[in-house]
């Protein structure tokens, strides 16, 4: 058996009770490092933590694992029942969806533990989930790749008056191209895009394209370390929010469309202090 079990966008307390009783009975614990982080990244201690309240070893499954060597995975799914454990929902990234679809062609049987993630997790923000477009992603540049696909993604969600959910880079042990034109892998340092980079880009293709898709005084909403206790949360414009520090890691960007009364509401409590709403606050607001 195959569990795929969300933990939730903070710590490892956001485990649900029937995704830790699925890891306990579990003889092998692997978790997924690549396409999100909880709050203490992949340090020792934050391992260790996570062990010590699921009582196994956590083995971590990075990108060239999940993509390269995951048969090994299904392998011992065939005899044993293994956990694979994905920060948010199960179902954030199609690398997951992937991994069903290939256990099933072996006959192996899966099980979801949903939990939150950040594709619901954002309406604490004040937009409705119901009034979001398409989401995008947004990569890193680099001197030589320039991408702007999602350009015309956000340019039809604003013209039918839609939110875009901007999901930002993650790079964990990348290999550097040098490298790999030398058949060895040597892997660049984590880096995680911040929503200032994502601006800065969005800013920069917009000035390319010329289209008028979004520009300085759109209105954007910034969140870092969604679902945290630390978590911060900024509306103003991408002017406004270029000048924002949002901290440590992870981020998103939300830009906003069509807002109504209650949205702008809402939004307003974020507007230009930086200051987490925290979910006692949530509730009360």
Known sequence: M???IGLGLGDEKDITLRGLEAVKKCEKVYMEAYTSLLSFG???D?????EKLYGKPITIADREMVEEKVDSVLSEATSFDVAFLVVGDPFGATTHTDLVVRAKELGVEVKVVHNASVMNAVGICGLQLYRYGETISIPFFTDTWKPDSFYEKIKRNRELGLHTLCLLDIKVKEPTW???CRGKKLYEPPRF???NT????LLEIEQNRGESAYNEDTNCVGLARLGSEDQKIVAGSMRQLLAVDFGAPLHCLVIVGTTHPLEEEMLSVFKLKGESLDHKDHRTA
Not at 46 to 50: A, E, M, P, R, Y
């Open 46 to 50: 934050g391992l260790s933590t996570l």
């Open 198 to 201: 994502a601006i800065e880009q």
């Open 42 to 44: 992949l340090s020792t």
């Open 193 to 195: 895009m911040t929503i």
């Open 2 to 4: 195959l569990y795929l």
């Open 178 to 180: 040098e490298s790999l």
